[in-house]
């Protein structure tokens, strides 16, 4: 069962490698839109340190949540997806492959550029650690939970702003305890809280998401 | 006895069977529903005392607060709903699911509104981001996502299946989110006038809104019933008893 | 003994159909188009849910047996199935891991030169054609172990010497006690008292 997860991911990462200029995207995205805050809002140091938080994890949550609809959508039109799903293995299991492929590949990237951004809003030393360390346990969780809005609305027409209705008001809890992690080390209080919760949150979505992805899979494939 | 044979109310899981039952229920809560909306709106704005902090403005909780319960309270019994269509491939269930949520987004609609014309003269300005309030929105968009996914869909199986995972997946996100959103309020809100704090709520007060509360699911549940008919009619349209029924009407 | 049974009642497209197949026997689904042969073949593999009715493989309903069952199915659709940023070779190999049995790099290329398609295996599948890409596909039927074939047009945009190749693979695979299932438009030939008709649609 393990041997076909590694399989699955291995060739997800390999498709990746071959043609980057998806993950390029993502990653422009994010930066795009951090950059535009202080374009649209001025400036001043202490505005963007006060906003800084907010939006790089908002920022996130948007890269993220465009990176989604092609998690699944070339294999569903080549048919790929089809075999997956008739594969000698839990699906379940197959798709927590593709989803840890799409995050290291959409995910991960955000994460280690975040303290680039988080410099240019103002932020420094722990501020900027604790961003990293609540963009790390939080955007695998947005990648799990918008697995299962990418498998629902598979094929759809109107797909990527119906895939946003449906994820985003799911994102609120991640938005709210990683940009409070943020914020609370900023304003020199604990963040552990928020962390520990965003840990609790990213176990529960991997003990449920990929069964959810999975049978919102089998049910656009119906 | 034929009210205690399973059989007896197996057959209501039949939309054939049901849509007439339906039609004979609607009227009566539709009734129910007129008599303790004016009940309510009677003791809400003309037997409850003035507010001493609020005056006359605060009588539009008798709305919103009503409102709120049955928009979250509606939510779930659609959740249930979906989550039996889902489970048991009922088609009845995922049809009361699809005529419920136009109604809970109905509700969620009139109580952030009905909250806005509280807070201008409360507070000053037409929306804060008080918890109770931040969490109508969501629910509103979890409402919305839920018809735009079923609109979206042409196959009606698969349509149906797909909004039954959407509600399971919202259902389980529901307390999550709200729990969330409270603590972020608390947060930064500081000192915010919540509308259930009012330190004591007088008699009167309490029974408008409970009256109000059951004014608006008796109308829930009409509206609901109504709804469902015109959806078994549209999902059964070829099976034989609406093609007769259609012929019939003619 | 392998055995496929299938009873299933679909109002919108066929409704009360029954059949069993056998070892080392085909069934040909025939029709006019949208008469339900891919929905039927779908229904088979599990793919899609019957409206009512179930299909057993080896007297057990499919639903139960889940991967039991999918390991034992070669589904080949009209979409190839294929990776087109990745060579045939990692395609085959990937779909050998994902179904439960492990190629060797020589297997598959003697897979791929029985289809015609020599000198191309290190490169990626979307530089060939429409035939060469089908056939690639089609190389799993030479690679594979499940018992039940369920093939859905497998000739199509085959030249002579290819759709030879696929009845001979057919022929050795029933010869071992496999079933096919399979819809054609195209007569294809086989020993009689081996194939069984299902005519759907009219």
């Not at chain 1, 699906?91 to 989803?99: D, Q, R, S, T």
């Not at chain 1, 498998?151 to 759809?156: F, M, S």
């Not at chain 1, 109107?158 to 409070?180: C, D, E, H, K, R």
């Amino acid at each position: 069962m393990w041997v076909a997860f590694k399989w699955v991911l291995k060739r997800d990462l390999m498709l990746a490698v071959r043609g980057p200029s998806e993950v390029l995207t993502t990653l422009m995205f994010f930066i795009i839109v951090v950059s535009l805050f202080p374009l649209g809002v001025g400036p001043e140091r202490e505005t963007l340190m006060e906003i800084a938080s907010g939006v790089v994890w908002v920022a996130a949550l948007l890269a993220s949540m465009l990176s989604l609809g092609r998690l699944f959508s070339s294999d569903y039109e080549d048919g790929s997806l089809e075999q997956l799903v008739l594969a000698a293995h839990p699906l379940p299991v197959l798709v927590l492959g593709k989803i840890v492929a799409h995050w290291l590949v959409s995910g991960l990237p955000l994460v280690l550029v975040s303290p680039v951004l988080g410099l240019q809003l103002g932020l420094d030393g722990e501020t900027l650690a604790v961003l990293i360390l609540s963009l790390l346990l939080g955007t695998p969780v947005l990648s799990l939970i918008g697995a299962v809005g990418a498998g629902l609305t598979l094929g759809l027409r109107g797909g990527g702003v119906l895939l946003s209705l449906l994820v985003l008001p799911l994102y609120i809890p991640v938005l709210v305890f990683g940009a409070g992690a943020v914020e609370a080390v900023r304003s020199g209080l604990e963040a552990q809280a928020h962390l520990s919760l965003l840990g609790a949150f990213l176990v529960l979505s991997v003990m449920l998401a990929p069964w959810a992805a999975a049978s919102a899979l089998r049910i656009s494939l119906d | 006895m034929r009210l205690f044979s399973k059989d007896f109310w197996f057959q209501f899981a039949s939309p054939k069977t049901f849509y007439p039952f339906a039609g004979k229920l609607i009227p009566w809560f539709a009734g129910v529903a007129a008599v303790l909306t004016l009940v309510g709106l009677y003791i809400g704005f003309f037997v409850a005392p003035v507010d001493y902090q609020q005056g006359n403005s605060y009588r539009v909780m008798f709305i919103h607060v009503p409102a709120a319960w049955m928009s979250m309270f509606i939510y779930v019994v659609m959740c249930a709903y979906a989550a039996l269509g889902l489970v048991l491939n009922t088609r009845l269930s995922d049809m009361m699911a699809a005529a419920l949520a136009p109604t809970g987004a109905m509700f969620t609609f009139v109580a952030l509104w009905t909250g806005a014309l509280w807070g201008r003269p409360t507070w000053g300005t037409y929306w804060v981001w008080d918890a109770r309030l931040t969490s109508e929105l969501i629910l509103l968009f979890l409402y919305l996502g839920y018809m735009a996914l079923r609109s979206a869909i042409d196959d009606p199986r698969r349509a149906s299946r797909a909004s039954g995972l959407l509600a399971l997946v919202g259902v389980i996100n529901v307390p999550i989110i709200y729990f969330s959103v409270k603590w972020w309020n608390t947060l930064h809100q500081g000192a915010s006038v919540s509308l259930t704090s009012a330190p004591t709520m007088a008699k009167t007060m309490f029974a408008a809104m409970i009256v109000m509360t059951f004014a608006f699911w008796a109308y829930a549940i009409a509206v609901a019933l109504y709804r469902v008919r015109l959806i078994i009619l549209e999902r059964e349209r070829h099976a034989r008893w609406v093609v007769e029924l259609a012929e019939r009407e003619r | 003994m392998n055995e496929l049974t299938c009873f299933r009642g679909d109002r919108r497209l066929f409704a009360g159909l029954g059949f069993a197949v056998e070892a080392g026997q085909v069934l040909h689904v025939s029709g006019p188009n949208g008469a339900g042969k891919t929905t039927l073949l779908r229904i088979l593999c599990g793919l899609t849910l019957p409206e009512s009715g179930e299909v057993r493989w080896r007297g057990q309903p499919i639903g139960e047996l889940k991967e039991e069952y999918a390991r034992e199915v070669l589904y080949l659709g009209h979409l190839n199935g294929l990776k087109a940023e990745l060579t045939p070779v990692e395609n085959l190999m990937a779909w050998a891991a994902l179904h439960g049995f492990e190629l060797d790099e020589d297997a598959i290329l003697d897979a791929l030169a029985a289809m015609a398609l020599r000198g191309i295996d290190d490169l990626p599948v979307k530089v060939l054609s429409q035939g060469q890409k089908r056939r690639v596909a089609l190389a799993r039927l030479l690679l594979g172990r499940q018992p039940l074939w369920i093939l859905d047009e497998p000739f199509v945009a085959l030249d002579r010497h290819a759709v030879g190749v696929l009845e001979r693979a057919i022929e050795t695979h029933l010869d071992g006690g496999g079933l096919v299932v399979l819809t054609t438009h195209q007569a294809f030939t086989l020993a009689a008292g081996r194939l069984c008709e299902l005519a759907l649609g009219g």
